[in-house]
């Protein structure tokens, strides 16, 4: 078998010629293409507007303040995340605050938002939609109508995603989208999205993504230079055509991984759909039981050339600089912590063959002595 990679971005003739088209044929920055593609993401998520950026990051930011938080506001989100969505919050000027996840699908607790909010000093929430398994957003919405905070899905990793029957991104206040290289979608190379019903805070966003430009040299905000290029935009029109499709094989991919390590009881496998979710396994993520068990099993699938990674190997409080900032010790959010030390990703994306699927399953049952 050869190596297999953890993850893959699948680039084809027609995105390349796409991209040439777009080079030869159009501006290079704002040109058809980004407005074609604005349109087709609004339309694909279920939403009246989609406002590109330069990166997930950025669109994260952009939301932020386009919910209208001001200076040293507080935004909750998730300890058990990749750590741009707190970033953001501190780039747009707001506080990141902190709560912990369920251990059951490593999304943010619904009831640890819930005691947080009572404080009665949060403005914002940010679920995070991690590895393409949608959070419970019901609870959010009633937690939004409850304690009056926005909400912006961090559907970074949940494009295409269901739940409820609505697109990940269409059901709260805001939601966000990387186009990084190697997410269920990308543009070949970075890239973000901002989907949202409101057309007035629409404009502004696309105001401030562009120097904060009214008319050409008019500047209404202090805006940024954050655009997503137009090539970007042709690759990424391409890429939403097949994300459906795409979508369903790393479906298939994980229900391959399921029924092989089913009764492997020393790890848990990721957790399944239900009525209401439909995962887009952006990853997908297995928790070894055993203390210290996880760095062997990595060990042991590496020397059989599978490629695996660990997201995230540490909570977001527990990260350096946020223990700078914010004086954090460890133990405060410990569920985060415990999925940060016992957290492995198998190779998981659309061109992985249902042979290279069932070889790691093996490699991972022949390690557990099965
Ligand atoms: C959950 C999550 N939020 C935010 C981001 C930030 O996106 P980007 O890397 O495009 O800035 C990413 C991806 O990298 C992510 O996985």
Request: with cysteine.
């Amino acid at each position: 078998m050869n190596k297999i990679p953890l993850a893959m971005p699948a680039i084809d003739e027609e995105m390349i010629d796409a991209a040439i088209n777009a080079l030869q044929n159009e501006m290079l920055v704002m040109g058809e293409s980004v407005h074609k593609f604005e349109e087709e993401f609004a339309r694909f998520i279920g939403t009246k507007e989609a406002v590109s950026t330069n990166s997930g990051t950025m669109a994260l930011s952009l939301a932020i303040m386009g919910a209208g938080i001001k200076k040293g506001e507080k935004v909750l989100t998730p300890t058990f995340t990749f750590i741009a969505t707190s970033n953001a919050v501190i780039h747009a000027g707001a506080r990141p605050v902190f709560a912990d996840i369920s251990l059951k699908d490593y999304l943010l607790d619904p009831e640890r938002v819930e005691e947080r909010l009572k404080k009665g000093d949060v403005r914002a929430v940010i679920p995070v939609h991690l590895y393409g398994k949608p959070a419970d957003m019901d609870r959010f919405m009633e937690l939004k109508e409850k304690y009056e905070v926005s909400i912006i899905e961090d559907a970074c990793q949940a494009h295409g995603a269901y739940y409820g029957g609505k697109r990940a991104g269409s059901i709260g206040d805001f939601g966000t989208f990387s186009f990084y290289s190697i997410k269920n979608m990308t543009v070949g190379g970075d890239g973000g999205m901002v989907t949202l019903n409101d057309e007035d805070i629409a404009e502004k966003l696309r105001s401030i993504r562009d120097c904060g430009r009214k008319g050409k040299y008019e500047h209404i905000h202090v805006g940024y230079t954050a655009r997503l290029n137009t090539v970007n935009a042709a690759i990424g029109r391409v890429q939403l055509r097949k994300l459906d499709s795409w979508n369903e094989k790393r479906r298939h991919i994980a229900s391959i991984y399921r029924e092989k390590l089913k009764d492997v009881e020393e790890i848990t496998l990721p957790p399944e759909d239900d009525e209401k979710s439909k995962s887009v396994y952006h990853l997908f993520v297995i928790r070894t039981k055993k203390e210290g068990e996880r760095d062997e099993l990595m060990k042991y699938l590496k020397d059989n050339g599978i490629g695996v990674g660990i997201h995230y190997p540490i909570a977001n409080h527990m990260q350096p600089i946020y223990m700078e900032l914010f004086g954090y010790r460890g133990g405060e959010y410990p569920n985060s912590e415990t999925a940060a030390a016992n957290v492995l990703s198998l190779p998981m994306f659309p061109l992985l063959k249902d042979d290279e699927g069932e070889y790691v399953a093996e490699k991972v049952r022949e390690f557990y002595g099965r």
